[in-house]
Protein backbone atom coordinates (compact mmCIF):
# COMPACT_ATOMS: atom_id res chain seq x y z
CA UNK A 1 0.00 0.00 0.00
CA UNK A 2 3.04 2.43 1.14
CA UNK A 3 4.29 1.82 -2.33
CA UNK A 4 1.03 2.77 -4.39
CA UNK A 5 0.69 5.85 -2.41
CA UNK A 6 4.23 6.84 -3.20
CA UNK A 7 3.56 9.45 -5.72
CA UNK A 8 0.55 10.83 -3.54
CA UNK A 9 2.76 11.17 -0.77
CA UNK A 10 5.42 13.26 -2.69
CA UNK A 11 3.86 15.36 -5.42
CA UNK A 12 4.75 19.20 -4.65
CA UNK A 13 2.32 22.02 -4.34
CA UNK A 14 4.36 23.07 -7.78
CA UNK A 15 3.75 19.75 -9.25
CA UNK A 16 0.29 20.16 -8.52
CA UNK A 17 0.08 24.24 -9.82
CA UNK A 18 1.77 22.47 -12.91
CA UNK A 19 -1.07 19.69 -13.23
CA UNK A 20 -3.86 22.12 -12.81
CA UNK A 21 -2.10 24.22 -15.59
CA UNK A 22 -1.63 21.34 -18.13
CA UNK A 23 -5.85 20.81 -17.49
CA UNK A 24 -6.27 24.26 -18.05
CA UNK A 25 -4.42 23.78 -21.10
CA UNK A 26 -6.71 21.31 -22.12
CA UNK A 27 -10.01 23.08 -21.03
CA UNK A 28 -8.62 26.04 -23.08
CA UNK A 29 -7.79 23.68 -26.04
CA UNK A 30 -11.43 21.87 -25.99
CA UNK A 31 -13.88 24.44 -24.55
CA UNK A 32 -12.25 27.88 -26.35
CA UNK A 33 -10.52 26.55 -29.41
CA UNK A 34 -7.47 28.03 -28.11
CA UNK A 35 -4.78 26.78 -30.42
CA UNK A 36 -6.21 23.15 -29.83
CA UNK A 37 -3.83 21.10 -31.97
CA UNK A 38 -1.01 22.63 -29.63
CA UNK A 39 -2.45 23.34 -26.51
CA UNK A 40 -4.11 19.87 -26.17
CA UNK A 41 -0.82 18.37 -26.13
CA UNK A 42 0.99 21.03 -24.41
CA UNK A 43 -1.69 20.67 -21.09
CA UNK A 44 -1.47 16.87 -21.03
CA UNK A 45 2.28 16.49 -21.90
CA UNK A 46 2.10 19.42 -18.89
CA UNK A 47 0.59 17.14 -16.74
CA UNK A 48 2.46 13.48 -17.50
CA UNK A 49 5.94 15.43 -16.68
CA UNK A 50 4.62 16.46 -13.56
CA UNK A 51 3.20 13.33 -11.79
CA UNK A 52 6.18 12.49 -9.62
CA UNK A 53 8.72 9.64 -10.50
CA UNK A 54 7.09 10.41 -13.73
CA UNK A 55 8.87 7.57 -16.55
CA UNK A 56 7.42 9.80 -19.15
CA UNK A 57 11.24 11.89 -18.36
CA UNK A 58 14.61 11.12 -17.24
CA UNK A 59 17.20 9.31 -19.05
CA UNK A 60 14.61 6.48 -20.90
CA UNK A 61 11.79 8.64 -20.78
CA UNK A 62 10.20 9.03 -23.54
CA UNK A 63 8.82 12.75 -23.49
CA UNK A 64 12.60 13.92 -22.80
CA UNK A 65 13.76 11.71 -25.46
CA UNK A 66 11.62 13.52 -28.23
CA UNK A 67 12.66 16.91 -26.92
CA UNK A 68 16.08 16.18 -27.14
CA UNK A 69 16.21 14.86 -30.20
CA UNK A 70 13.56 16.76 -32.12
CA UNK A 71 14.04 20.16 -30.41
CA UNK A 72 16.89 20.97 -28.54
CA UNK A 73 19.67 19.08 -30.77
CA UNK A 74 18.03 18.58 -33.49
CA UNK A 75 15.79 21.97 -34.38
CA UNK A 76 13.85 19.38 -36.58
CA UNK A 77 10.14 19.48 -35.52
CA UNK A 78 10.00 23.18 -35.70
CA UNK A 79 11.66 23.09 -39.22
CA UNK A 80 9.42 20.18 -40.10
CA UNK A 81 6.26 22.52 -39.60
CA UNK A 82 7.77 24.95 -41.49
CA UNK A 83 7.28 23.10 -44.68
CA UNK A 84 3.58 22.52 -43.85
CA UNK A 85 3.21 26.28 -43.18
CA UNK A 86 5.26 26.88 -46.78
CA UNK A 87 2.96 24.66 -48.27
CA UNK A 88 -0.27 26.58 -47.06
CA UNK A 89 0.52 29.85 -48.08
CA UNK A 90 -0.26 31.68 -50.98
CA UNK A 91 1.68 34.46 -51.69
CA UNK A 92 0.27 35.92 -54.62
CA UNK A 93 -1.91 38.72 -52.19
CA UNK A 94 1.73 40.29 -51.57
CA UNK A 95 2.91 39.53 -55.35
CA UNK A 96 0.22 41.87 -56.37
CA UNK A 97 1.39 44.71 -53.41
CA UNK A 98 4.94 44.31 -52.91
CA UNK A 99 4.97 47.50 -50.77
CA UNK A 100 2.84 45.14 -47.86
CA UNK A 101 6.63 43.79 -46.99
CA UNK A 102 7.04 47.33 -45.62
CA UNK A 103 4.41 46.25 -43.00
CA UNK A 104 5.92 42.84 -42.64
CA UNK A 105 9.03 44.27 -41.18
CA UNK A 106 7.56 47.11 -39.19
CA UNK A 107 5.46 44.66 -37.42
CA UNK A 108 8.61 42.81 -35.76
CA UNK A 109 9.45 46.43 -33.77
CA UNK A 110 7.90 44.64 -30.60
CA UNK A 111 10.38 42.31 -30.93
CA UNK A 112 13.27 44.46 -30.38
CA UNK A 113 11.86 46.65 -27.95
CA UNK A 114 11.26 43.64 -25.47
CA UNK A 115 14.55 42.48 -26.01
CA UNK A 116 15.64 46.16 -25.06
CA UNK A 117 12.76 45.79 -22.12
CA UNK A 118 13.65 42.21 -21.08
CA UNK A 119 17.44 43.30 -20.77
CA UNK A 120 16.42 45.86 -18.38
CA UNK A 121 14.75 43.30 -16.30
CA UNK A 122 17.95 42.24 -15.95
CA UNK A 123 17.21 39.52 -18.45
CA UNK A 124 20.86 38.11 -20.02
CA UNK A 125 20.73 38.91 -24.11
CA UNK A 126 20.33 35.65 -24.97
CA UNK A 127 17.32 35.41 -22.43
CA UNK A 128 16.38 38.60 -23.27
CA UNK A 129 16.38 37.78 -26.93
CA UNK A 130 14.04 34.57 -26.70
CA UNK A 131 11.89 36.39 -24.69
CA UNK A 132 11.44 39.24 -27.14
CA UNK A 133 10.77 37.03 -30.42
CA UNK A 134 7.02 35.68 -29.02
CA UNK A 135 6.63 39.12 -30.55
CA UNK A 136 7.25 37.32 -34.17
CA UNK A 137 3.54 35.78 -33.18
CA UNK A 138 5.09 32.50 -34.71
CA UNK A 139 5.50 29.60 -32.45
CA UNK A 140 7.50 27.61 -34.38
CA UNK A 141 10.64 30.48 -34.91
CA UNK A 142 10.18 31.08 -31.04
CA UNK A 143 11.32 27.81 -30.32
CA UNK A 144 13.94 27.87 -32.85
CA UNK A 145 15.13 30.64 -31.34
CA UNK A 146 14.66 29.81 -27.49
CA UNK A 147 16.06 26.42 -28.28
CA UNK A 148 19.61 27.73 -30.37
CA UNK A 149 19.99 30.13 -27.50
CA UNK A 150 19.53 27.66 -24.73
CA UNK A 151 17.10 29.07 -22.61
CA UNK A 152 15.52 27.87 -19.64
CA UNK A 153 11.99 29.61 -20.65
CA UNK A 154 11.42 27.58 -23.42
CA UNK A 155 8.63 25.81 -21.81
CA UNK A 156 7.09 29.33 -20.69
CA UNK A 157 7.96 31.12 -24.21
CA UNK A 158 5.93 28.20 -26.05
CA UNK A 159 2.98 28.52 -23.96
CA UNK A 160 3.17 32.52 -24.12
CA UNK A 161 3.69 32.51 -28.19
CA UNK A 162 0.92 29.72 -28.74
CA UNK A 163 -1.19 31.54 -26.59
CA UNK A 164 -1.46 34.66 -27.66
CA UNK A 165 -1.51 33.61 -31.31
CA UNK A 166 -4.62 32.51 -30.13
CA UNK A 167 -5.89 35.52 -28.83
CA UNK A 168 -5.42 37.82 -31.58
CA UNK A 169 -8.64 38.46 -31.64
CA UNK A 170 -8.87 40.02 -28.06
CA UNK A 171 -5.21 41.39 -28.34
CA UNK A 172 -5.38 43.45 -31.39
CA UNK A 173 -8.28 45.25 -31.42
CA UNK A 174 -7.25 46.09 -28.30
CA UNK A 175 -4.42 47.37 -29.73
CA UNK A 176 -4.89 49.38 -32.59
CA UNK A 177 -7.81 50.95 -31.10
CA UNK A 178 -4.87 52.58 -28.75
CA UNK A 179 -3.54 53.95 -31.54
CA UNK A 180 -6.12 55.00 -34.04
CA UNK A 181 -9.26 57.32 -34.77
CA UNK A 182 -12.54 55.68 -35.80
CA UNK A 183 -12.28 57.83 -39.07
CA UNK A 184 -8.56 56.28 -39.74
CA UNK A 185 -10.04 53.03 -39.32
CA UNK A 186 -12.80 54.08 -41.47
CA UNK A 187 -10.65 54.77 -44.48
CA UNK A 188 -11.24 52.74 -47.93
CA UNK A 189 -8.52 51.30 -50.04
CA UNK A 190 -8.90 50.59 -53.71
CA UNK A 191 -7.99 47.19 -54.83
CA UNK A 192 -6.18 47.09 -58.48
CA UNK A 193 -6.31 42.96 -59.33
CA UNK A 194 -3.64 41.95 -61.20
CA UNK A 195 -2.16 38.62 -62.51
CA UNK A 196 0.73 36.87 -61.00
CA UNK A 197 1.76 34.64 -63.28
CA UNK A 198 3.25 30.72 -62.30
CA UNK A 199 7.04 31.74 -63.24
CA UNK A 200 6.55 34.26 -60.33
CA UNK A 201 5.13 32.07 -57.72
CA UNK A 202 7.73 29.91 -57.92
CA UNK A 203 10.71 31.87 -58.41
CA UNK A 204 9.30 33.71 -55.76
CA UNK A 205 10.43 31.27 -52.85
CA UNK A 206 13.76 30.78 -54.29
CA UNK A 207 14.46 34.25 -54.85
CA UNK A 208 13.35 34.95 -51.08
CA UNK A 209 15.80 32.14 -49.49
CA UNK A 210 18.59 33.89 -51.90
CA UNK A 211 18.07 37.21 -50.19
CA UNK A 212 17.26 36.40 -46.80
CA UNK A 213 20.53 33.92 -46.45
CA UNK A 214 22.99 36.52 -47.64
CA UNK A 215 21.14 38.84 -45.17
CA UNK A 216 20.86 36.93 -42.01
CA UNK A 217 22.47 33.19 -42.87
CA UNK A 218 21.24 32.10 -39.41
CA UNK A 219 17.94 32.04 -41.13
CA UNK A 220 18.62 29.80 -43.73
CA UNK A 221 16.94 26.78 -42.36
CA UNK A 222 14.19 28.81 -41.55
CA UNK A 223 13.30 30.71 -44.50
CA UNK A 224 14.71 27.64 -46.53
CA UNK A 225 12.01 25.17 -45.01
CA UNK A 226 9.28 27.69 -45.36
CA UNK A 227 9.77 27.97 -48.66
CA UNK A 228 10.65 24.91 -49.49
CA UNK A 229 6.92 24.08 -48.70
CA UNK A 230 5.74 27.28 -50.56
CA UNK A 231 7.42 25.71 -54.03
CA UNK A 232 5.60 22.07 -53.44
CA UNK A 233 2.53 24.33 -53.88
CA UNK A 234 3.69 26.38 -56.61
CA UNK A 235 5.76 24.21 -58.63
CA UNK A 236 2.41 22.36 -60.02
CA UNK A 237 3.81 18.93 -60.75
CA UNK A 238 4.11 17.78 -56.61
CA UNK A 239 0.19 18.48 -55.59
CA UNK A 240 0.26 14.83 -53.46
CA UNK A 241 3.88 16.20 -51.10
CA UNK A 242 2.11 19.67 -51.22
CA UNK A 243 -1.23 17.97 -50.06
CA UNK A 244 1.15 15.70 -47.51
CA UNK A 245 3.04 18.76 -46.22
CA UNK A 246 -0.06 20.46 -45.38
CA UNK A 247 -2.34 17.85 -44.09
CA UNK A 248 -0.26 14.32 -42.85
CA UNK A 249 3.03 16.24 -42.05
CA UNK A 250 1.89 19.19 -40.13
CA UNK A 251 -0.57 17.02 -37.92
CA UNK A 252 2.23 14.62 -37.31
CA UNK A 253 4.72 16.77 -36.28
CA UNK A 254 2.58 19.22 -34.34
CA UNK A 255 1.29 16.51 -31.91
CA UNK A 256 5.23 15.75 -31.52
CA UNK A 257 6.04 19.25 -30.75
CA UNK A 258 2.88 20.07 -28.81
CA UNK A 259 3.34 17.15 -26.29
CA UNK A 260 7.65 16.78 -26.35
CA UNK A 261 7.67 20.86 -25.71
CA UNK A 262 6.29 19.94 -22.05
CA UNK A 263 9.62 18.07 -21.19
CA UNK A 264 10.21 21.50 -20.13
CA UNK A 265 7.73 22.30 -18.03
CA UNK A 266 8.43 20.84 -15.15
CA UNK A 267 7.09 22.38 -11.71
CA UNK A 268 10.87 22.85 -10.40
CA UNK A 269 12.02 25.54 -13.48
CA UNK A 270 8.16 26.45 -14.32
CA UNK A 271 6.07 27.90 -11.39
CA UNK A 272 8.49 30.77 -10.43
CA UNK A 273 8.22 34.55 -10.95
CA UNK A 274 10.27 34.27 -14.18
CA UNK A 275 7.74 32.62 -15.95
CA UNK A 276 5.36 35.49 -14.85
CA UNK A 277 7.37 37.88 -16.00
CA UNK A 278 8.15 36.34 -19.30
CA UNK A 279 4.70 35.81 -20.23
CA UNK A 280 4.22 39.28 -19.20
CA UNK A 281 6.98 40.43 -21.69
CA UNK A 282 5.68 38.27 -24.29
CA UNK A 283 2.59 40.24 -24.43
CA UNK A 284 3.94 43.56 -24.64
CA UNK A 285 6.31 42.23 -27.33
CA UNK A 286 3.11 40.84 -29.18
CA UNK A 287 0.71 44.33 -28.47
CA UNK A 288 3.77 46.64 -29.32
CA UNK A 289 4.29 44.71 -32.95
CA UNK A 290 1.16 45.62 -33.44
CA UNK A 291 1.66 49.34 -32.23
CA UNK A 292 4.35 49.43 -34.40
CA UNK A 293 2.80 48.27 -37.68
CA UNK A 294 0.04 50.47 -37.18
CA UNK A 295 2.35 54.11 -36.69
CA UNK A 296 3.94 52.96 -39.28
CA UNK A 297 1.20 53.06 -41.58
CA UNK A 298 0.23 56.15 -40.35
CA UNK A 299 3.78 58.29 -40.72
CA UNK A 300 3.31 56.60 -44.55
CA UNK A 301 -0.32 58.75 -44.69
CA UNK A 302 1.83 61.55 -43.94
CA UNK A 303 3.12 61.22 -47.32
CA UNK A 304 0.55 59.38 -49.03
CA UNK A 305 -2.35 60.80 -51.52
CA UNK A 306 -4.14 57.61 -51.14
CA UNK A 307 -4.16 56.80 -47.85
CA UNK A 308 -3.60 53.44 -46.18
CA UNK A 309 -5.75 52.45 -43.35
CA UNK A 310 -3.31 52.28 -40.37
CA UNK A 311 -4.84 48.40 -39.62
CA UNK A 312 -3.11 46.97 -42.18
CA UNK A 313 -0.11 47.68 -40.37
CA UNK A 314 -1.21 45.78 -37.61
CA UNK A 315 -1.66 42.65 -40.49
CA UNK A 316 2.14 42.85 -40.41
CA UNK A 317 3.02 40.20 -37.76
CA UNK A 318 3.01 36.67 -38.47
CA UNK A 319 -0.55 35.04 -36.79
CA UNK A 320 -1.66 34.01 -40.46
CA UNK A 321 -4.37 34.21 -41.21
CA UNK A 322 -6.30 35.27 -37.95
CA UNK A 323 -4.78 38.35 -38.43
CA UNK A 324 -5.91 39.49 -41.52
CA UNK A 325 -9.42 38.03 -40.84
CA UNK A 326 -9.45 40.38 -37.28
CA UNK A 327 -8.48 43.63 -39.52
CA UNK A 328 -11.19 42.99 -41.97
CA UNK A 329 -14.32 42.24 -39.51
CA UNK A 330 -12.88 45.77 -37.80
CA UNK A 331 -12.53 47.31 -40.81
CA UNK A 332 -16.20 46.04 -41.35
CA UNK A 333 -17.97 46.92 -37.90
CA UNK A 334 -16.85 50.64 -38.38
CA UNK A 335 -18.09 51.08 -42.20
CA UNK A 336 -19.57 47.56 -43.51
CA UNK A 337 -18.79 48.37 -47.20
CA UNK A 338 -14.94 48.40 -46.41
CA UNK A 339 -13.07 45.86 -48.17
CA UNK A 340 -9.50 45.73 -46.90
CA UNK A 341 -9.25 42.14 -46.47
CA UNK A 342 -6.63 41.38 -49.36
CA UNK A 343 -4.55 44.21 -48.01
CA UNK A 344 -4.34 42.40 -44.82
CA UNK A 345 -3.53 39.34 -46.39
CA UNK A 346 -0.82 40.56 -48.25
CA UNK A 347 0.99 42.22 -45.15
CA UNK A 348 0.15 39.02 -42.84
CA UNK A 349 2.02 36.85 -45.13
CA UNK A 350 4.54 39.75 -45.39
CA UNK A 351 4.98 38.91 -41.64
CA UNK A 352 5.23 35.37 -42.27
CA UNK A 353 8.45 36.00 -44.22
CA UNK A 354 9.86 39.19 -42.06
CA UNK A 355 9.47 37.44 -38.29
CA UNK A 356 11.35 34.55 -39.75
CA UNK A 357 14.34 36.90 -41.02
CA UNK A 358 14.13 38.73 -37.88
CA UNK A 359 14.57 35.35 -35.98
CA UNK A 360 17.79 34.59 -38.19
CA UNK A 361 18.86 38.24 -37.50
CA UNK A 362 18.69 37.88 -33.68
CA UNK A 363 20.54 34.47 -33.94
CA UNK A 364 23.55 36.36 -35.92
CA UNK A 365 23.23 39.84 -33.79
CA UNK A 366 22.87 38.26 -30.46
CA UNK A 367 26.49 36.04 -29.99
CA UNK A 368 28.68 39.28 -32.14
CA UNK A 369 27.35 41.30 -29.17
CA UNK A 370 28.45 39.01 -25.93
Known amino acids: MDILLKGIH ?19 AIAKDFEPALLLPMGFGAILVNIPFSGAIGEHGILDILFNNGIAYGEIFPLLIFIGIGAMIDFGPLLQNPFMLLFGAAAQFG ?5 ALASLFGYNLKDAASIGIIGAADGPTSIFVA ?5 KYLGAITVAAYSYMALVPIIQPFAIKLVTTRKERQIRMKYK ?6 TTKILFPIIITVIAGLVAPDSVSLIGFLMFGNLLRECGVLDRLSQTAQNELVNIVTILLGISIASTMKAKNFVTWDTITVIALGLAAF ?10 AKFL ?4 REKINPMIGAAGISAFPMSSRVIQKMAQKEDNQNFILMFAVGANVAGQIASVIAGGLILALVPALL
Do not use: C, E, H, P
Open 301 to 304: NLFR
Open 111 to 115: IFFTI
Open 10 to 28: AITWQQAVMIIIGSVLIYL
Open 147 to 151: TRFAS
Open 193 to 198: SSNVSK
Open 287 to 296: VFDTIGGVLF
